[in-house]
């Protein structure tokens, strides 16, 4: 909170409000960054007063103050300990109407697909008042206090939507370029006497499942005791949480049993298997995350070894799933469907092919 001593300009108070309060509904969509919302109204008045400046931030995967209602903005001022006047509560109305609204077109802009689904939602609102926290919609001070005032109390800390941590600087995922400070920027002005701001549900950053994810097979056929190894791929998305990996095996009748499984961090390169849980239970593979948070942007490469015993001359078929999950959003996707030949040779015995590198017998000739 900061105060100063101010001189108003000399006008009916009335007459002042108003005209401000039509200005700032009329301010083009454009101002906003895209993707955010904010709005300001009010700062008009007259006489020489001392002003308070205060700003109330919260977004704790509760959906901040809350949405476009008037009570989202009353838990916002009691969050300040300021209190509302009754000439104060239009413009107070406008600002969140301004917020709401650039808030929802910016958000069916950047996301055409989904378009009526932003929920956006009250994260920050700063007043100016006299010494006494009572909000008329007439006090203003110079942008400068408001911006001194957002440094102080709210910006670079860390809040938290849909579970995943951000601080304020963060630009947004679904708009490069703006961040809540960029916004907090944007509509603090010198003539105006509250600034709402409201974030759509992806923003600044929010919980993204990872792309489906792929399984590769190597080629060759498998006789008796030969290993073959195949790998399931899958992103670590935003905001993960946990993290199960499935190799579902279908031996067609032949016996067949898994022993080697590893987990690598392929953004990394590091061997992170320890950061699992495995089985082979029947009938295949599994890799449980045991690792807390799951680094975000990553990609993990599981690899399951199989070794087939006495095959018939036929195949193993097997797919893969991969379920993530975060605070409140879960997925499961498996991967394409593959397959490799196995081959009994008829007289009981073959050619083939080692490698003098592993000392591992390979494929069939």
């Known amino acids: 909170m900061k105060r100063m001593k101010l001189k108003l300009r000399g006008k009916a108070l009335g007459a002042v409000a108003a005209l401000v309060a039509a200005v700032a509904v009329a301010l083009p969509a454009g101002m906003a960054f895209a993707g955010g919302g904010g709005g300001n109204a009010g700062g008009g008045g007259g006489g020489v007063m001392a002003v308070s400046q205060q ?26 300990g300021v209190t509302m006047l009754p000439n104060g509560v239009g413009v107070a109305q406008q600002a969140l109407t301004m917020a709401n609204t650039n808030c929802v077109n910016r958000f069916n802009d950047a996301h055409a697909d989904q378009v009526g689904q932003a929920r956006c939602r009250v994260v920050a609102v700063g007043t100016m008042t006299g010494p006494n926290k009572q909000f008329s919609g007439l006090v203003h001070h110079l942008k400068s206090d408001w911006l001194a005032g957002w440094a102080a109390t709210v910006g670079g800390r860390s809040y938290s939507n849909n579970g995943v941590r ?18 907090a920027d944007q509509y603090s002005a ?3 006497s509250i600034v709402v701001i409201m974030l759509n549900q992806y923003e600044p950053k929010a919980e993204i499942p990872p792309a489906p994810p792929t399984k590769d097979v190597p080629a060759g056929t498998n006789a008796d005791s030969m290993l073959h190894e195949q790998v399931i791929r899958t ?19 032949q016996a067949y049993s898994v022993v080697g499984q590893s987990v690598t961090d392929a953004t990394t390169g590091q061997d992170i298997s320890g950061r699992f849980d495995f089985d082979a239970a029947a009938p295949g593979a599994h890799a449980n995350w045991k690792g807390g948070d799951l680094p975000e942007g990553h990609e993990f490469a599981w690899k399951v070894t199989i070794r087939t015993s006495m095959p018939e001359t036929s195949r193993v078929r097997d797919h893969g799933d991969v379920r993530w999950k975060g605070t409140s959003i879960e997925q499961t996707r498996p991967t394409p469907e593959r397959e490799f030949p196995t081959w009994r040779p008829n007289p009981d015995k073959s050619w083939i092919l080692k490698d003098p590198a592993s000392g591992r017998w390979q494929a069939v000739i």
């Open 235 to 253: 992103g670590t998305g935003t905001g993960g949480k946990h993290l199960w990996m499935a190799d579902t095996i279908d031996p067609a009748g």
């Open 190 to 192: 010198d003539n105006i």
């Open 166 to 183: 951000y601080t304020t600087n963060e630009m947004f995922e679904d708009q490069p370029g703006t961040s809540v400070d960029s916004l």
């Open 55 to 80: 700003w109330a931030y919260h977004d704790d995967n509760d959906g901040g103050f809350g949405g476009n209602a008037m009570s989202s903005i009353y838990a916002a001022f009691a969050a300040q």
